[in-house]
């Protein structure tokens, strides 16, 4: 039991593990910190690229990400004081301002519209935006199951790792630089030209819709079509023996998103014979 430790979380002192991040333990507390970059499932490593996580710490001159940041005894942690809520707003706005309005995104349910629109970001009237300076990145359906639209990226890096660390498929790197960086397929490779298997992961980590099954999208296959599913159901993927757990998303009969479970084999992943299913009539 020594690697315990307790530390005050909003005025609560709370006994937790030195391995635990902020963000972990306020979860686990019933606070909600938003995230972007980090994925709260098994396999993903946080990347504390995105700061839409930041805390205070008492005593620290600058704020923490706390989805990086491990307990340590004593720490006095507030995760709702207006500073951070100043920051954590100065992020999703800064991410607004660089993306197109929620109605002309590929997922206005993604994740990234869903924590905007509980802190009252909708977009930002100061910020330039890349398509203002004529940054544009070309849209990508070569893949037959995913549509790319990269004009809804934030670089958050969750789709690398999705590919690399969690399926080690190593499709995906980040290229150019700065402001510019953007997620590419093997050599900047159209993704459907690419080595993608098309197991699907980079669109279940990705939060804002930048990466989308084209199942759910209009014939344009640039915004999210159907939002409502008839029934979810809880499945087991049945093309080979591993067992991988799933949940089947069905409209108008038909299986319109697969996602992965969390269960032994699986651990929330599939491959690509899910996803070729989803396509095929
Ligand atoms: S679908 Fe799978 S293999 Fe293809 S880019 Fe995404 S994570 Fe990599
Ligand atoms: S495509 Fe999605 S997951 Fe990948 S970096 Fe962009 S926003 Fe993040
Ligand atoms: S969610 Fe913590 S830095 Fe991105």
Redesign the pocket.
Known sequence: MTDQIKFTLDGKTVTASKDETIWEVAKREGTRIPHLCHLDKPGYRSDGNCRACMVEIEGERVLAASCVRNVTEGLVVKTETDRADKSRKMVFEMLAADMRPREESPDDQSDFWLWSESMGITGSDRFESKFDAGQHVEFDIS?P??AVNMDACIACNA?VR???E??V????GMGERGSHSVPV?DLADP?GN??????????Q?CPTGA?YEKTLMDDSNKKREIKEFDKVVDSVCPFCGVGCQTTMAVKDNKIVQVDGRNGPANENRLC?KV?LAMITP
């Open positions: 893949n199951a995913i789709c999705a590919c690399r969690v399926q498929n190593d499709v995906i397929f993704m690419s080595t993608c298997v098309t197991c699907g992961e980079c669109v980590a990466l690509v996803a």
